[in-house]
């Protein structure tokens, strides 16, 4: 039977991260963020700073030119299926990556966020995904006909068996990995070089806007504002379950929706 304390274990909030003042230890942190987001997100940022000055190039507006989120990988539909695993299997290893370092600096699952699954957690992503998920589509909507975004088609994948499993992997991998990096990983570490909770809150909302601006202005200005609301949310609460389930569920509707619904809709592209 669980304690009493054990509860009240579970409902405390986590000691926030030390802040490191020797400067051979506050190196080592930024030679570690720099080597972590140059091989995950910041990279991704970077190409979509490229992708974006191409699609500005190109001529005609944004909006005339489309990206696909999930496209096919090979022509055979099993070499395919494989490489599609393989790229869920490498955002997996993104994640599993930050929360080994955050482990390795004495950071546990719970600090980071990942303690024990709660039912609030279910429920606040749910009321997170609704937040953010709706005013974002209506933001695409309206950047997409102004023509400052580019058309957005969340799944390109053939009507294959493992399609709609292999978008709900995706979703997921893309929520774990995100959520683990950009906000447990990052603000954990920008803590532990004391930065302010305000300047950590910028600098992973600009994160995650920066690798989604290759979809185009209106979806790099949603993610700053989905990154500054994920972000805060952690800080008060500590808690990083409900954004991984908020962001699964967002991913989920707009991959499996789009698929379903993408031949039998007439306005979706």
Not at 108 to 127: E, K, S, Y
Not at 196 to 219: I, K, V
């Amino acid at each position: 039977m669980i304690s009493r304390d054990t509860v009240r274990a579970w409902l405390r909030p986590p000691r926030p991260a030390t802040v490191a003042l020797d400067p051979r230890e506050r190196r080592a942190l930024w030679i570690e963020i720099t080597i972590v987001l140059l091989v995950t997100f910041g990279a991704s940022a970077l190409s979509s700073l490229l992708s974006i000055a191409d699609s500005l190039l190109t001529p005609g507006t944004l909006s005339d030119q489309t990206v696909a989120l999930n496209a096919p990988r090979a022509s055979d539909q099993l070499v395919d299926l494989a490489r599609q695993l393989l790229g869920v299997l490498r955002l997996v290893a993104w994640g599993t990556l930050g929360l080994y370092l955050l482990w390795r600096g004495g950071v546990t699952l719970r600090q980071a966020g990942l303690g024990r699954f709660r039912r609030p957690d279910a429920a606040h992503g749910v009321g997170l995904a609704a937040l953010i998920g709706l005013p974002g589509l209506g933001l695409y909507l309206v950047a997409q006909a102004v023509g400052a975004n580019l058309t957005v088609a969340p799944s390109t994948i053939d009507d294959h068996w493992w399609r709609l499993p292999v978008l709900c992997l995706w979703a997921v991998a893309n929520s774990g990995a995100e959520e683990i990096l950009v906000v447990a990983y990052l603000l954990t570490r920008l803590r532990q070089l004391g930065w302010s909770d305000n300047s950590a809150l910028a600098a992973s909302a600009l994160l995650r806007g920066g690798y989604h601006l290759y979809q185009g202005f209106g979806g790099g200005v949603g993610n700053i504002v989905m990154g500054a609301v994920f972000a805060r949310y952690w800080q008060k609460t500590g808690r990083l379950w409900p954004l991984v389930v908020a962001h699964a569920t967002i991913d989920v509707v707009a991959f499996v929706g789009y698929a379903l619904l993408r031949d039998r809709v007439g306005w979706i592209p």
